[in-house]
């Protein structure tokens, strides 16, 4: 039976997903998209509904109901231009701090106050490709689950291992994970490539409107990256693949 009415319930409550209000009600969140869904798959991911446009074919491995759809209803539930026609509902998981094991020496990035999904999406993506030990999330502001950070993480949400907490929770756990703190700041005296960061390190990235709050700075070593034109600021993510990467090269010098 294919689902042709805009109307239908499953659809509307699809649609209320991209609210966050809603997703935290019924602890389901969209991940839509072929790759994005087969990625979510790999990463054991627990998919709840699969919606396929007429004549889409699931994605390999999984194990979900499946709702085929008309074009007209798949594009209702879209929130992307030129949708593939595969788009899954499934359940958000425990973002604890406990949940996360490092190792000695680990890599993490911590994004702190981060508003913007787009900014955050990019943020893991980075991570991931860098192949930091975990993303954690300081005084979270945007919902990781919601659909725009999940196109721009492009699957890897599901890839990092992730977790949330307030500011000082995430120092506790940054301390018992015995790592060493460093902050960006456009006044630090010392340039992100006079460090040493083969022993365990946590970088933490803020806002690019207002930074970083007082408390990481009372915490952590800072460290600047130089910029020779006008700009005053670098884009969250972009500033995580510079420190990230200049982590990962000195690793393996």
Same mark, same amino acid.
């Given at each position: 039976m294919v689902i042709t009415s805009p109307h239908n319930p499953r659809v509307k409550g699809v649609v209320r997903l991209r609210k966050r209000r809603h997703r935290d009600d019924t602890g389901t969140f969209i991940v839509e998209g072929r790759r994005?869904?087969?990625?979510?798959?790999? @990463?054991? #991911?627990?998919? /709840?509904?699969?919606?396929?446009?007429? &004549?889409?074919?699931?994605?390999?491995?999984?194990? $979900? %109901?499946?709702?085929?759809?008309?074009?007209?209803?798949?594009?209702?539930?879209?929130?992307?231009?030129?949708?593939?026609?595969?788009?899954?509902?499934?359940?958000?998981?425990?973002?604890?701090?406990?949940?996360?094991?490092?190792?000695?020496? @680990?890599? #993490?990035?911590? /994004?702190?106050?981060?508003?913007?999904? &787009?900014?955050?999406?990019?943020?893991?993506?980075? $991570? %991931?490709?860098a192949g930091v030990d975990a993303v954690v999330l300081a005084d979270p502001v945007c919902d990781p689950f919601g659909p725009n950070v999940v196109r721009a993480s492009q699957g890897s949400l599901f890839s990092v291992p992730l977790g949330a907490g307030s500011a000082a929770e995430v120092l506790a756990w940054l301390d018992r994970a015995d790592l060493e703190v460093f902050t960006t700041s456009p006044t630090a005296e010392t340039a992100y490539w006079e460090h040493d960061y083969s022993e365990g390190a946590a970088f933490v990235i803020g806002p690019e409107d207002v930074g970083l709050s007082g408390l990481w700075f009372e915490s952590g070593t800072p460290v600047r990256i130089p910029m020779a034109g006008e700009a005053d600021s670098l884009n969250a993510s972009v500033a995580a693949g510079i420190v990230l990467f200049e982590a990962v090269a000195a690793r393996s010098r």
């Open positions: 994005e869904a087969t990625r979510a798959v790999a @990463a054991g #991911v627990d998919i /709840a509904t699969l919606f396929l446009q007429t &004549g889409e074919i699931p994605p390999a491995g999984i194990d $979900a %109901d499946i709702v085929d759809v008309s074009p007209a209803v798949f594009a209702k539930m879209s929130a992307r231009q030129g949708p593939d026609g595969v788009l899954a509902v499934a359940r958000t998981w425990d973002l604890g701090l406990d949940r996360i094991k490092t190792t000695t020496g @680990a890599l #993490v990035l911590v /994004a702190a106050g981060i508003e913007k999904p &787009g900014n955050l999406g990019a943020m893991l993506r980075t $991570a %991931d490709a």
